[in-house]
């Protein structure tokens, strides 16, 4: 996948948001999801969230995207010490089927689509995702990874400081699923924001991220950092150590006897 190197905004982001979360709760009626969440995310830092299903990720994703504000406990999410701006990308592309590619990125700009400047700046932002030439294109002729990347310009036109992720390419082939991963990667180095990946796969994790936050039935159970150099090989011998200890955690097994107790 070939993207081209061209900033979506004059002014790269500076240094993308800061998070932080004091004694995060959430529940849903009887049921507590959250039970205390305390976490500080530098700003422009990569971060990956990692859990079995059902664990919270998603319902502490939507509270840091502002999407729901029923929770107890602090949210703080700020650049220079002003409130962000935060954008958040889902599993499914979530396209306008009667809106052209190039209308669905400016969608990200709010109500005033139709501007010259809202079709400028969604055209840099297709560049930045190699799809310029799609533009006219309607959303039901692209595959999945396309309509994956036109969802990730509709979040970039708008330049975020914080680009919140839900398992974005959860439903991509592996082979698809690679060249999104360095895209992403790509553009995050480009545009300096903030980045939140819920992932399953622990190797996304360690390819990505520069830390990666282990949640457990709505604790952090494990929050590490991830020390290799960028850019990473998938799969490499370096990550062995770092697996072995999600994964156990992940799984419920003692590393030494590998007794998966799930
Ligand atoms: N709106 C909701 N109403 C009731 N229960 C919910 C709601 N959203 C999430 N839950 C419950 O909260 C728990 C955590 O969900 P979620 O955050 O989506 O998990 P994850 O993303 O880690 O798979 C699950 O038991 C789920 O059923
Ligand atoms: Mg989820």
Redesign the pocket.
Known sequence: MSAQALRISDTASQSGASITLNTVTRS??A?R?LEGIDLTIEPGSFVAIV????????????IIAGLDADYGGRVLIEKNHVPAVARIMYQEPRLLPWATVIGNVAVGLGPDVESKFALTRARRALDAVGLGDRAADWPAILSGGQKQRVALARTLVSKPDLLVL??PLGALDALTRIGMQSLLEQVWREEGFTALL?THDVTEALTLADRIVL?EE?RIALDIDVPFERPRRRGAVQFGALEEQLLSTLLKTSPRTEEYVI
């Open positions: 849903f009626g049921l999801v859990g079995q299903s059902g664990s919270g990720k998603s319902t502490l994703l939507r839900d398992e819920v949640i709505g």
